[in-house]
């Protein structure tokens, strides 16, 4: 059954980025509890839809307590609601997630922060050929719902990898990310449930990929 997100959800953020005390936080709890429980069903219900062509092994929303302890940022709430999406590891790699927030609305996939092991892994593959993935993310489908590879990266080139390499560019990313922004109408249309299964099903060539790179060794050898 498709879920829509309640405009409440704005309005609500939107106080609370005005408020962002205990104080207010208190009183309006209890209509909190219910827009997170709102938003939980709209969750389940693209769990649900993704679990028709993938494993998502878990899904869930984040809570909206800050953790101030290391951040300038001492406000005690967050003004957002942040989803994520795992799959079924070790087989699958990658994750889905979803941003909702008053005029800052998102989806993004991808490897958001790899392990150390993975990320040199996948440098090595692009070091070797990267072509199979330049052709992945060239396709028109592909770039209709993601456009271009986004993430961090260092500098120049990563310990051991040469800055002249003709696929640099991917070997000096950190994250290997691809981001959907979605204006306040399009959040709250009727078919945003629906867009939101579109797009991360078009990930799946990428994923498919990536998990094929980090389940073998650089010999092709599985490592399950």
């Known amino acids: 059954m498709s879920q829509i997100i309640n405009p409440e959800i ?8 005005q408020n962002n005390t205990r104080e207010w ?5 209890a209509r909190f509890k219910a827009l997170e429980a709102e938003t939980k069903l709209f969750t389940e219900a693209i769990k649900t839809a993704l679990n028709q062509t993938d494993e998502i092994e878990k899904a869930k929303i984040f809570r909206i307590y800050r953790d101030v302890r290391f951040s300038k940022n001492k406000t005690p709430f967050k003004t957002h609601f942040g989803i994520s999406f795992h799959r079924k590891k070790p087989q699958f790699r990658g994750g889905y ?8 609305s998102f989806i993004a996939t991808g490897f958001w922060d790899p392990n150390k092991d993975d990320l040199f892994r996948i440098r090595k593959e692009m070091e070797i050929d990267a072509q199979e993935l330049r052709g992945i993310m060239a396709k028109p ?6 456009g271009s590879l986004q993430g961090e ?4 080139a990563p310990k051991g990898f040469s800055k002249e390499h003709a696929d640099i560019d991917l070997i000096k990313k950190k994250q290997y990310i691809f981001l959907k922004k979605f204006s306040d109408k399009e959040v709250l249309a009727p078919d945003f449930q629906k867009e939101i299964v579109t797009h991360f099903e078009a990930i799946r060539p990428f994923f498919d990929y990536m998990s094929s790179i980090l389940t073998t060794d650089l010999n092709g050898v599985s490592l399950l």
């Open 10 to 17: 704005f309005t609500f953020f939107k106080e609370l980025n």
């Open 25 to 29: 936080f208190e009183p309006q709890k």
């Open 97 to 104: 997630y979803i941003h909702i927030a008053p005029g800052d």
């Open 141 to 146: 489908k592909f770039k209709k719902h993601w």
């Open 153 to 156: 990266e260092v500098k120049t």
